[in-house]
């Protein structure tokens, strides 16, 4: 297995689906990451906090970002706020209803 401690990664639209399995995946491995998704519940609350508080309920470091990554601007307000490096970065497209 590999090991992320140390690391910092981001994933974009990690609120659901692929890109939730992977943030999951890679905080499981020890990497602290950003949790990127634009997307909302139907409560209100954004999907990326939901994953975050899951994250850190089993004791990982999670940062949520609600910034849209299709500009350059966008991504890194919602990236290097939190971590002054990322090591990885994993994208995934997704549809906001």
Not at 42 to 47: A, I, L, M, S
Not at 82 to 96: A, E, L, N, Q
């Amino acid at each position: 297995m590999i090991d992320f401690q140390g690391r910092a990664a981001v994933v974009t639209g990690a609120g659901a689906g692929i890109g939730r399995a992977y943030v999951l995946e890679l905080a499981r491995r020890g990497a602290a990451v950003v949790v990127n998704d634009i997307g909302q519940r139907e409560d209100g609350q954004f999907c990326a906090d939901a994953v975050v508080e899951e994250i850190r309920a089993a004791g990982g470091q999670a940062a949520a970002s609600h910034a849209s990554v299709a500009t350059l601007a966008g991504g890194q307000r919602g990236v290097h706020r939190r971590y002054r490096k990322i090591h990885c970065g994993r994208g995934d497209p997704g549809t906001v209803r």
